[in-house]
């Protein structure tokens, strides 16, 4: 059983920074498939906002290339989130992904971005 928890979220303006952490038990993340960083907002699909593969290749939303960026450390089995020039419409709830499989789930962070 993984399990992930975020933290890191929060209230910014538009404009500003935020790092989210992802800190993952009983797997290590440099042997899981995949970890990505999903959002969601109400009345909204979960959609995929960056992706790190185990062998070190991430992949970004288009939505958020060149702002915002994957990076994990093995040692302290955490997966981040830099997300740099946020916009209003970055605002939505943040959800760490392992993807092994199965697919596991943080419980996710807000991030709100005022403009």
């Known amino acids: 059983q993984v399990r992930l928890v975020e933290s890191g979220g929060g209230l910014v303006q538009a404009g500003g920074s935020l790092r989210l952490s992802c800190a993952a038990s009983?797997?290590?993340?440099?042997?899981?498939?995949?970890m990505g960083w999903y959002r969601q907002t109400p009345g909204k699909a979960r959609e995929l906002v960056a992706i790190i593969t185990r062998g070190g290749s991430t992949n970004y939303a288009d939505s958020v290339k060149g702002r915002f960026t994957i990076s994990r450390d093995n040692a302290k089995n955490t997966v981040y989130l830099q997300m740099n020039s946020l916009k209003p419409e970055d605002t939505a709830v943040y959800y760490c992904n392992a993807q092994l499989p199965p697919w596991y789930w943080g419980q996710g962070t807000q991030v709100t971005v005022s403009s």
């Open positions: 009983g797997a290590f993340i440099s042997s899981i498939n995949a």
